[in-house]
C-alpha cells in the first residue's frame, strides 16, 4: 500500500517568513496530493491540491509544487501570518482508489 | 448550507463497553467517509460508503467495529466491545460524486476515550 512520509513534523517562523513543508510518497500508481490544515480542535480543511498531470499550483500565498519522478511534493507559504497556525497533512491518492494515505502532520508555529 | 454534522462530540466510556457515533454528511453528498485519527497522527480510512454501498471497509476491524449507512444519507459506526486503544478521534467526511478527486469535507469528529 501507499506510504507517505511528512517533514517535518514541527516548523517555528517568524511572522512573515516563509514555510515549505516537505512529503514523500511510495506508490508510483498516485496522481491526487491534497494538503489539509487543522487547527487545534478543528476539522482538517482542504487549503490546495495538485493533480499529477501538473508541476506547480498556486492560490494566494500558498503552493504545491510535485516531483513526481522523485515522488516528492511540497507545500509552500510565503508571508506566513499568526492565523496560518495549525498542523498541516500531506496526502497521497492511488489512480483508481479513493483512499487517501495521511502523513503524520506538520505543527506549524508562526511568531507574532 | 449545513456542513457534516457528527455526535456526540465527546464519549468518555469503560473497557468493553459499546458506543456509537452518529454521522450526517452536506445534503446530496452521496460518499461518505469514516476516519480513525489518533493523537499527532493523520486521518486513517476505516470505511467508504458510494451511497447505502459500503465500497471500501478493508480497514475497519471488523471483530469489534461495524457501520451502516441504512438509506444512504446519514451514517452510524459502532463498536463493541471497545477497548483502550480506541481512544482516538473519530472523523466522518463526506464528498459529492465518487470520483477519487472530490474534495471531502470533514466533520468535527468525535472524541472518544476509553478508560
Known amino acids: 500500500g501507499e506510504n507517505v512520509e511528512q517533514h517535518p513534523s514541527t516548523l517555528s517562523v517568524q511572522e512573515g517568513d516563509s514555510a515549505v513543508i516537505k512529503c514523500t510518497y511510495s506508490?508510483?500508481?498516485?496522481?491526487?496530493f491534497p494538503w489539509y490544515k487543522q487547527e487545534l480542535g478543528k476539522r482538517p480543511q482542504l487549503i490546495i491540491d495538485?493533480?499529477?498531470?501538473?508541476g506547480e499550483k498556486k492560490d494566494q500565498r500558498i503552493a504545491v509544487t510535485l516531483n513526481k519522478t522523485a515522488k516528492h511534493f511540497s507545500l509552500h507559504i510565503t508571508e506566513t501570518q499568526p492565523e496560518d497556525s495549525a498542523v498541516y497533512f500531506c496526502?497521497?491518492?492511488?489512480?483508481?482508489?479513493?483512499?487517501?494515505?495521511f502523513g503524520r502532520g506538520t505543527s506549524l508555529i508562526v511568531h507574532p | 448550507e449545513a456542513g457534516v454534522v457528527q455526535s456526540p462530540r465527546y464519549k468518555i466510556i469503560e473497557k468493553k463497553q459499546p458506543v456509537a457515533f452518529w454521522c450526517n454528511p452536506i445534503s446530496g453528498h452521496n460518499t461518505l467517509y469514516w476516519y480513525l485519527q489518533n493523537l499527532g497522527q493523520g486521518p486513517e480510512l476505516l470505511i467508504r460508503?458510494?451511497?447505502?454501498?459500503?465500497?471500501?471497509d478493508s480497514q475497519l476491524p471488523k471483530d469489534r467495529f461495524s457501520a451502516e449507512r441504512l438509506k444512504g444519507v446519514d451514517s452510524t459506526l459502532k463498536i463493541q466491545p471497545a477497548e483502550l486503544g480506541d481512544s482516538a478521534v473519530y472523523l466522518c467526511a463526506s464528498s459529492f460524486g465518487q470520483g477519487p478527486h472530490n474534495e471531502q469535507f470533514f466533520g468535527p469528529g468525535t472524541r472518544l476515550t476509553v478508560l
Open positions: 460508503y458510494e451511497n447505502e454501498e459500503a465500497v471500501d
Open positions: 496526502a497521497a491518492v492511488p489512480g483508481g482508489s479513493y483512499i487517501p494515505t
Open positions: 495538485i493533480r499529477s498531470n501538473v
Open positions: 506508490d508510483s500508481a498516485s496522481n491526487y
